[in-house]
């Protein structure tokens, strides 16, 4: 259970600039992401555009059910989170104003935003397997996961979870249907035990040797490569990553992302704000923050994790058939048993 923490110096704000200091001008600012590094990249746009920025933050759902609550009332002006399959939910809310903005156009490629949100970095959901278990090659594409081979070697997280969500709707849109169920039923088949925890618990579980094959997506890896600790140390040492459908379709791709809220009170703000992101320098902040890519061609991470994990085949599929995918896969999941 994720707890609503308001950052209280923003919710006073908020409350006050509600109540006409017009002449100031503010951003107002729901954001699902939590890592540290976002202070810079705040930090920046204020000092660049003299806009300040009231941030809530809390975990997606609670954002979400306040937005709604707040309706047309809302003081909100941009909603950022993670994961297509949680910007699509705020799309089938309404939530969004269609934003034309050249800038977003010519830095963020054409498959990577739709007219309501935009991605500002990308993940890859990839296969991490225990290098003394299971063989490489038993392990190259996510068709694999669902081969009897793997029978009592998969640890993954929840089927509700929108990185499955996502994983599964990159399936669907490639493979149809029907095949998509039968991959989703070979996984549950393949399952070491019942799906529980996040990426980093799977990453922990098949270097433990609880299960062989982990799917997680990729800046949980670079965080483990990156961390300190002897015992994450000792897990990197016993798992291999894979870049799943390097010969195929490449790499499952989701991104972070957001947009302008349909009743921002600030939308120019708003809009200056997600031009601001894709900006050389936040593109590095925000990418960096959390192990990811920038969507902006060109700009380079500072980032020696994903140095060292090097580069790959990523799959080029349109962030919409992401988000339009989400709701058949979930009966597919639902179907095939995965909890
Ligand atoms: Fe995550």
């Not at 954001?31 to 590094?37: E, K």
């Not at 290098?131 to 509700?160: T, W």
């Not at 483990?224 to 600790?229: F, N, T």
Request: with cysteine; hydrophobic share 40%; aromatic share 8%.
């Amino acid at each position: 259970m994720k707890l609503f923490h308001i950052v209280a110096v923003a919710t006073f704000s908020i409350a006050a600039a509600g109540a006409g200091h017009a002449q100031e001008k503010v951003l107002n600012l729901y954001s699902a992401r939590h890592y540290q590094t976002d202070e810079a990249l705040y930090a920046n746009f204020t000092k660049q555009t003299g806009i300040k920025i009231n941030r809530i933050e809390a975990g997606e759902n609670e954002l979400l059910e306040r937005l709604k609550n707040e309706g047309a009332n809302s003081p909100a002006d941009v909603f950022i989170t993670v994961d297509a399959a949680r910007l699509a939910k705020a799309d089938e809310l309404k939530l969004f104003a269609p934003i034309q903005s050249k800038i977003l156009e010519e830095r963020i490629p054409a498959h990577l935003r739709t007219k309501d949100w935009f991605a500002f970095s990308t993940r890859a959901r990839v296969i991490v397997y225990n290098k003394a278990s299971v063989k490489a090659e038993n392990v190259q594409n996510y068709e694999d996961l669902a081969d009897p081979k793997l029978k009592g070697k998969i640890c993954v997280r929840s089927g509700s979870h929108p990185y499955n969500l996502s994983l599964g709707a990159s399936v669907l849109e490639r493979l149809g249907e029907q095949k998509t169920e039968e991959w989703a039923k070979g996984i549950v088949a393949n399952l070491a035990r019942a799906p529980k925890g996040g990426d980093t618990d799977q990453i922990r579980s098949a270097a433990a040797g609880e299960c062989g094959v982990a799917i997680a997506n990729s800046y949980y890896v670079a965080r483990l490569m990156r961390s300190e600790k002897a015992e994450d140390k000792k897990v990197m040492e016993a798992v291999a990553v894979v870049w799943p459908n390097q010969k195929t379709s490449g790499a499952h791709i989701n991104i972070s992302g957001g947009g302008v809220l349909k009743h921002a009170p600030n939308k120019e703000a708003a809009v200056k704000f997600l031009e601001y992101l894709v900006s050389d320098q936040a593109q590095i902040y925000f990418a960096d923050g959390n192990n990811e890519w920038p969507v902006v061609k060109g700009v380079k991470t500072q980032n020696s994790a994903l140095a060292s994990l090097g580069s790959f085949k990523a799959e080029a599929m349109n962030v919409s058939a992401l988000a339009k995918n989400q709701a058949v896969v979930q009966k597919i999941y639902d179907r095939a048993g995965w909890k």
